[in-house]
C-alpha cells in the first residue's frame, strides 16, 4: 500500500479561532473521534482492470484551480475513515494528455463536517446524507460559502456551546480553510463581479443556490414569475453551445374536482365553502450562453435578490397570488387583453395568442375533462387539505410568492379553452336593464320572469318545486323562441342571463356533430359545462334536432331520440332558438315548457331598437328625433342588421377621428343595403 498523503490541522489553520467552550453537556467519551486532517488522492481509470483507482496526489500543495493534467502515477489504495474529508483529483478516461481533463470532488469522512454541511445546504436533490461516500462538487461548497461562513459565525458567537458544537466548528473550519486556500481567485472574482451584481456564465453556480427564490417571465403571460430554484447544471445541446438547466417548482392548483355528489354540482354552489387542492409543481428553464459578463438582472432566470427592488417585487406578487388563489375554482368573469393557448402547427406544438374581450369562465378542470391531452401544469406534491378560514387556504406568504400568474378557462364569445392573464381578469358589469329592454309583449315577458324565478328557487333549496316520478328527470326549463333571424331570440336568452347573473353558454347547431355518437357526446360535454357553471344554455338553429321522425331516415331519428333523452335529463334553464315550429317532433311539444313567438318587427318595435343601440353607439341627442327614428325603423332590416350597422358607423366615425353622426350610419346602411340587393339578384338568378 502507498504512503498515506495528508495535510495536518496546522497547515490548514481555520481564520478564526474557537473560543473554548463555557460548558457541555456530554462526555468527550460518547463522542465521535475528531478528525482535522485532509487526504489528497488522484482517481484515474485502469484499462487493465476496466476500473477506476486511486492514488496519493502528488504535490497537493498546488491550488486546485491551477492544477493541470500530469502523467500517471502509481495505484494504491487508502484507508480515508482517519481524514475529516478527502479531496479527490479525477482524470478523465482518455490517455491523451491533450485531451484528459481534471475535475474534483470532496469526500467527506468526518459526521462533525456532515453535519455542518447539511444544516447548511440542507435537502438537495444531487445529495443523500445518509448514504457513503458523501461526495460533493467543489463548486457546490462554493456556492453555498457565504451561507457556511454565516453558520460559523454564529455558531461562534454562541456561549451554549456543547462539545460537539465545538467539534462541528473545528470541522467546518477545516473545510472553509481549504477553499480559501484553493479557490482563492475563484472566490474573489465572485464576490468582486456580484458585488456588482455582475456574473459570467461559467460562474453562474454562485449565484444558483438551489433553494433560493428566482425570477423569471412566464412565457405564457410575459408577467413576472417567482419560482423555487431546486438544480441547475449545465449541459451542451446539439450544436455544442453550454447552457443551464435549471429546475424550479412553483404553486399551482389542481385540476380535480371535489367528491361531489354529481346531482348538486353547479347547483347550490358556495365557491367560498368549496376546498381547493394546491401543490408544488416543477418545471424547467434556461440560461442560454452568454460571452463575458452581464448583469444579473437580464439574465433570464435571476435570484430575485438581484431586482432592483425585491421587496416591492414581492408585495406585488404576493398581491397577484391572493388574486390568483381567489379565483381557483368556477368562476364567471369578464377579460380584456391577450391569452393563448398551445396548439400543433405542422407538427410542431406552439403557443398562439389571441385578442380576447369577453365574458370568460375560470375553470382548469372543465379543460382537463373536455381536452383530457393538454397539458396542464399538476401538482405533483399536495400540500394536505386546509381550512379557507383566511382566504388562501392556510398558504403561507413563502407559499404564495410561487403562485402562477395563469388562470385557466373558457372565452364564452370566442368559444375557445385559453390561458389567461390573472392580472386582466376583472368582474363583470352586468346590465340590470337588459330584461326591461326586451322587445316581447308584457304578457310574455312577465310569463317568462316568472318561469325563471321559479326555476331559480326550486335550484336554490326553495319551496313550490315539482319533480317528475323518476329521480332526476323533469327539473329542468326548456323555453323554445322561434321565429325568423334578427327579432330578438338570442337577446331573450342573454337578458334571462343577465337577470339571473349567470353565463350564458352559447352552443351552435354546428358545433353539435352530424351524426348521432357525435351528437350525444357534444351535448354531454354541453350539457356537463352548462351544470359546472350554472350556466343559461341556449342551442342556436336547433331545427335539425327537433324535426319530426320518419321512417326512412334512421341517423336523423336517433340524433332526435338523444337529443330528447339529454333534455329530459337536464336540469338547468335550456333556451332552443328554431325558425319552423311546425316540423316539431311531437315528443318535443310535450318537452317544451313554454314556446315564445316572435314575429317580424314592427315599426314601434324597430323605433325602440334603434333608439336603445344610438344611444350605446354615442350619437348626439340632438339628432335622435322621433322623426329621425321613424326613417329609420322604415328600413327593411332585423335587429341583428341594426346592431351591425350602428357598430360600422362607429367604427367609421372612429377612424376618421370623428363624433358619429346620422351621416356616418346612412353611410352603412346604403352599404348594408346595397350588398342585400346584389344578393337577393344573384339568389334569384341562380332559382
Known sequence: MASTSSSSNSDIEPTSSVAPTPATTESSADLAPLKLDVKFVDSRWEEESD??????????????????????????????????????????RSQEKSQRTISFEIVLKSPYLVQACQDVIGDVRSISWNSEPIKLDPKMLITYMPRFEEHERKLS?????????????????????????????????IASLTKNHEITFDLLYAILIPGTIVIRRC???????????????????????????????????????????????????????????????????QIRWFPGVEKINILSVFPIEYHPDPSALKAVLLERARRWVSLCGVHHMHYKGTAGRHEWVSGDLKFKRYGIRSRVMIDKAGLSRVDADYELPTPDRLFPERPNDNGVYGLTDDELLLASPILYGFSLTDKLWLEFNVNLVTPILWNDEAFAGLVLPPERKTLLRSLIEAHRRLNSGGAGGFDDFVRGKGQGLVINLFGPPGVGKTLSAEATSEHLRRPLYIVGSGDLGTT??????????????????????????????????????????????????????????????TNRIKTFDEAFLSRIHVALHFNELTVPTKVQIWRAFLRKAGLDQAELSEELLTKLAQRDINGRQIKNACRTATSLAISRGEQMRYEHLTEALNAMEEFMTEFAAISQAND
Open 219 to 285: 412565457p405564457v403571460t410575459r408577467e413576472t414569475r417567482a419560482m423555487k430554484l431546486l438544480r441547475a447544471e449545465k449541459y451542451v445541446n446539439n450544436c455544442g453551445q453550454e447552457y443551464w438547466r435549471l429546475e424550479c417548482d412553483g404553486l399551482e392548483c389542481a385540476a380535480d374536482e371535489d367528491d361531489e355528489d354529481e346531482d348538486d354540482v353547479g347547483w347550490n354552489d358556495d365557491e367560498s365553502k368549496r376546498s381547493r387542492r394546491f401543490g408544488m409543481s416543477e418545471t424547467t428553464s
Open 51 to 92: 476500473s477506476w483507482k486511486y492514488n496519493d496526489t502528488t504535490n497537493p500543495d498546488v491550488p486546485a484551480e491551477q492544477v493541470q493534467p500530469v502523467g500517471i502515477e502509481t495505484t494504491g489504495n487508502d484507508d480515508w475513515e482517519d481524514f475529516c474529508f478527502v479531496v479527490v483529483r479525477k482524470y478523465s
Open 516 to 577: 348521432a355518437h357525435e351528437l350525444d357526446q357534444a351535448l354531454d360535454e354541453a350539457f356537463d359545462l352548462a351544470a359546472a357553471w350554472n350556466a343559461v344554455l341556449l342551442i342556436d338553429e336547433a331545427d335539425v334536432f327537433l324535426e319530426q321522425r320518419s321512417l326512412h331516415d334512421m341517423e336523423r331519428n336517433a340524433m332526435v331520440a338523444v337529443f330528447l333523452r339529454h333534455i329530459e335529463y337536464y336540469r338547468g334553464i335550456l333556451f332552443l332558438t
Open 157 to 189: 458567537s454562541r456561549t451554549d456551546r456543547t462539545e460537539e458544537d465545538d467539534r462541528v466548528l473545528k470541522s467546518l473550519g477545516v473545510l472553509l480553510a481549504y477553499l480559501r486556500k484553493n479557490y482563492k481567485q475563484t472566490l474573489a472574482r
